[in-house]
């Protein structure tokens, strides 16, 4: 237990200060480089350094190898971290790639997809879903389609909620607390401890990405922590769980998929909000703009954009508790059937 002990305080003080120490040469360099984006929500226009996702996986990449050798030493650990670094590093070159250059609206689908490969490869999964009621459903072949579609709906769903400050950050903040706190609730005490960078960097970067942003994660950063979240999910054997945690982001995305009716990457559509002769944020009346989580949220009166934030932070406390009552179900069904 205290070789875990050590692990979870090393890895996490890891994560964190990674991100709080390099994110601000990172902004000085992107800066520097002119890689900023308009801040369009913001009155003036400000130009914000982009994107912060090498930081991102330079935290989880140095926190997960020091985890690796400081949790007791086995096979299994030994592919679980092999599959959260393959995973992720590839989320975070397809996230950069489209960061550069706007791709075509399938292209990050399919990457992402492709980029669960590894899970499959190294046999870090269980071929079936628990739920919290119904038990475990057993589904060999099909269970290889779950894999490849979580990764890439992970990943797509808070790249697809990243629309304002802090919100991608701070959302999979409190996502992942939820997913580790289910893990331990399960005693799944090593994915929780492989889980805790996730959370830390996270928290770290929200320090400089909630508003006003001093940095944007961009696709890179969105994409890794989306998919670094899904990966836990499976070899964590909590796929529902984590579901639930991000219901906020899902709903969001099948908002816009529903309204969209195609998949078309974000940037290349009308928005479905407009600002206030005061800087307010508030549905636009193009019928042809997508629905959102945000533009509902603005439907019956101007917000903030701090307050659309909090609104949406709110909503994803409320789907993390719903995720714990499920992980308390699940193991409530677990140790009644020893």
Do not use: C
Not at 115 to 125: K, Q
Request: avoid cysteine.
């Amino acid at each position: 237990m205290q070789s875990e002990i050590i692990s979870a305080i090393t890895g996490s003080a890891i994560s964190f200060l990674v991100v709080i120490a390099l994110t601000p040469v990172l902004i000085r360099s992107l800066a520097k480089h002119n890689w900023t984006v308009k801040d369009v929500n913001r009155a003036g226009g400000a130009m914000v350094p982009r994107p912060g996702g090498p930081v991102i996986i330079a935290a989880i990449i140095i926190s997960e190898i020091s985890i690796f050798f400081l949790l007791p030493q086995s096979e299994l650990v030994a592919k679980q971290i092999a599959a959260i670094l393959t995973t992720t590093s590839a989320a975070f070159v397809i996230g950069f790639i489209d960061d550069r250059k706007v791709m075509g609206g399938w292209f990050k689908p399919l990457a992402l997809a492709a980029s669960s490969i590894p899970i499959i490869a190294l046999g870090v999964y269980e071929p079936n879903l628990a739920f919290p009621i119904f038990g475990e459903v057993k589904i060999p072949a099909l269970y290889l389609g779950v894999i490849v579609i979580m990764i890439s709906i992970t990943g797509n769903t808070i790249n697809s909620i990243d629309v304002m400050n802090g919100i991608a950050s701070g959302f999979m903040a409190i996502a992942s607390i939820a997913l580790v706190l289910s893990l331990i609730i399960l005693q799944k005490y090593n994915v929780a401890i492989m889980a805790l960078p996730l959370v830390f960097a996270s928290l770290a970067f929200y320090r400089y990405h909630k508003f006003p942003s001093k940095i944007f994660p961009g696709d890179s950063g969105a994409l890794t922590l989306g998919a670094m979240y899904g990966v836990i999910a499976i070899i964590g054997r909590v796929e529902v769980v984590a579901a639930i945690a991000l219901l906020p982001a899902v709903i969001n995305s099948f908002l816009f998929l529903s309204s969209v009716k195609k998949i078309v990457e974000h940037r290349q559509i009308k928005g479905p909000t407009t600002h206030t002769a005061d800087n307010k944020i508030t549905a636009t009346k193009e019928k042809d703009a997508p629905i959102t989580l945000v533009r509902l949220l603005v439907a019956a009166k101007p917000l903030t954009e701090k307050e659309i934030g909090f609104a949406i932070f709110r909503l994803a406390a409320f789907s993390a508790v719903l995720a714990l009552i499920s992980a308390f179900l699940m193991g409530v069904r677990i140790w009644g059937n020893p």
